[in-house]
């Protein structure tokens, strides 16, 4: 009975979530009592087809999905620590850690970055007793660079004022600590301390889509709403962590976004989206096979307004399968966006190259990594005078004139942001001597590409600096990849030593007459 009460509530608070309220009453024009205007109509509430209203039907999902689990999940730093760590306070910081990392981020590329940060803050006050520059620099090319700081930021709240203490419910987790939205609280409640709440992400929405034929814009927050219901009401209450846990590994490894492996989905009999598929399909494979082949019957939804059915104008696409679920709005646009940057040389100790590198503001995109001097370029802006825009910024950090015509053009680097198509014109300029930074400009430091590529840079300027690199590299042999007969020596060597680095004014000096 007890299940059959929690369905029921389940369906009910998916009624009441899409409930609106009365528009106000309007006043006569006399200004007597006030007119009462009729309430908007309520929307119509889902139907069965998409809810989960049999307990004997979601016991048995649950069992064959933890059986699954059981015997395919993968082996993940992450779940070791969480199903080994007695202390449930460093359980739930190993687990926090790596659902901020996994977020918009591959499970092959976290791996190495979450062992890493394991290793050297093992703990909540390892990790607040950090500084922001450390975080950054393990932190640089795992993207959305605020996430980290996000997350010390709330290591260090949870110090100094939890007295050390992490939060025990999902709801607190998601009160009390700064960057914890409702899916992070509810993964880590769930996994470190067996709360029984589901969770929604990016493979949970598709795998409860296509079990349940939603078809609405699953990206819409009255429909993200329904399928916290829905998370809820299915989740295992004897191991939640390990549940939420299973139903993101089906999306992750057989419910994936293009060919599914519907064949060995440990939860196909209940999936309503297969089920229509072989509805289409039986005709033809009666007709194959010469005798009626029994397919459970999928119930069309019927109803006028369903918030969860696909609109009219998007009817099924056969060709399509399972994969017509989940349906999303047209993904926005991302914003395209130039800027110059500069690799400025010079030779440090032993003559080495160094370049110069220069911190961005604390707040914003990349807030607070280190790039080469850059400045943001207009769309039109003609080559000569972004070169002269480039100049005078460069010499605003140097302290000293900057030719616009010594700056060498590389070429482009084009870097994707989640929201910005970002187009790097990349410059170069070496300088000859010593040269005193303005220690009234943002931080700025001389490096070797050895610190360079310690340091907290983003993706994007190692690519600006990789492409200088393959620059350097083609004008210093420009023979090279080109066909000639083995032993044949390359001509026109110059009087560079062999072993020689070229800086970068060398190696762009036009070549001498012979």
Request: net charge positive.
């Amino acid at each position: 009975m007890s299940q059959l009460r929690a369905a029921a509530a389940a369906a009910g608070g998916l009624r009441r979530s899409g409930s609106r309220a009365a528009p106000p009453a309007r006043r006569s024009r006399k200004g007597a009592s006030p007119c009462k205007a009729a309430p908007a109509p309520a929307p119509a509430p889902p139907s069965s087809r998409h809810l989960f209203g049999d307990p004997a039907e979601t016991e048995t999902l649950r069992r064959n999905l933890l059986a699954w689990y059981d015997r395919c999940k993968r082996d993940l730093p992450w779940r070791t620590r969480a199903a080994t760590e007695p202390d449930a306070d460093r359980r739930a910081y190993a687990v926090w850690v790596s659902e901020i990392m996994l977020q918009q981020t591959q499970v092959a590329t976290v791996i190495d970055y979450y062992n890493r940060w394991m290793q050297k803050w093992p703990t909540l006050q390892a990790l607040a007793q950090a500084s922001l520059e450390e975080v950054n620099e393990l932190w640089a090319g795992l993207g959305y660079y605020s996430r980290g700081k996000r997350l010390q930021e709330a290591a260090r709240k949870v110090m100094s004022e939890l007295a050390g203490r992490m939060p025990r419910t999902a709801e607190d987790l998601q009160k009390l600590l700064p960057g914890v939205g409702r899916y992070t609280a509810a993964a880590i409640a769930s996994i470190s301390y067996g709360q029984a709440t589901g969770v929604v992400d990016g493979n949970v929405i598709r795998v409860l889509c296509r079990l349940r034929c939603i078809g609405a814009d699953s990206s819409s927050p009255a429909v993200i709403d329904r399928l916290w219901d829905l998370a809820n009401a299915l989740v295992d209450r004897s191991r939640p962590g390990d549940f939420n846990q299973a139903l993101m590994e089906l999306g992750a490894t057989v419910c994936v976004p293009k060919a599914p492996l519907c064949g060995e989905c440990p939860v196909k009999q209940h999936c309503r989206a297969r089920l229509r598929v072989e509805k289409e399909l039986a005709p033809a494979s009666q007709k194959l096979l010469g005798k009626a082949t029994p397919v459970p019957d999928v119930e069309d939804c019927g109803a006028g307004g369903c918030p969860l059915c696909p609109p009219a104008t998007e009817p099924w696409d056969s060709s399509l399968g399972v994969t017509n679920f989940p349906r999303k709005a047209a993904k926005k646009q991302p914003r395209v966006a130039r800027a110059a940057t500069c690799v400025l040389e010079r030779r440090g100790c032993h003559r080495a190259p160094e370049y110069l590198i220069v911190q961005r503001p604390s707040s914003g995109l990349l807030a607070g990594l280190w790039e080469f001097p850059s400045l943001p370029l207009a769309q039109d802006l003609q080559e000569e005078k972004q070169r002269e825009a480039l100049a005078e910024h460069l010499q605003a950090w140097i302290g000293q004139p900057v030719v616009a015509g010594d700056l060498q053009l590389i070429g482009e680097v084009i870097h994707i942001f989640s929201h910005i198509h970002q187009t790097y014109v990349v410059y170069s300029l070496s300088l000859d001597g010593d040269v005193t930074l303005d220690p009234a400009s943002s931080p700025s430091r001389w490096v070797t590409e050895e610190e360079f590529l310690a340091s907290a840079v983003s993706t994007a300027m190692k690519k600006v600096l990789k492409t200088c690199e393959k620059q350097r590299e083609k004008r210093s042999n420009p023979g090279q990849g080109s066909k000639r007969k083995r032993g044949a020596k390359a001509q026109g060597t110059g009087s560079t030593g062999p072993g020689t680095q070229l800086s970068l004014r060398a190696f762009l000096r036009p070549p001498t007459a012979p």
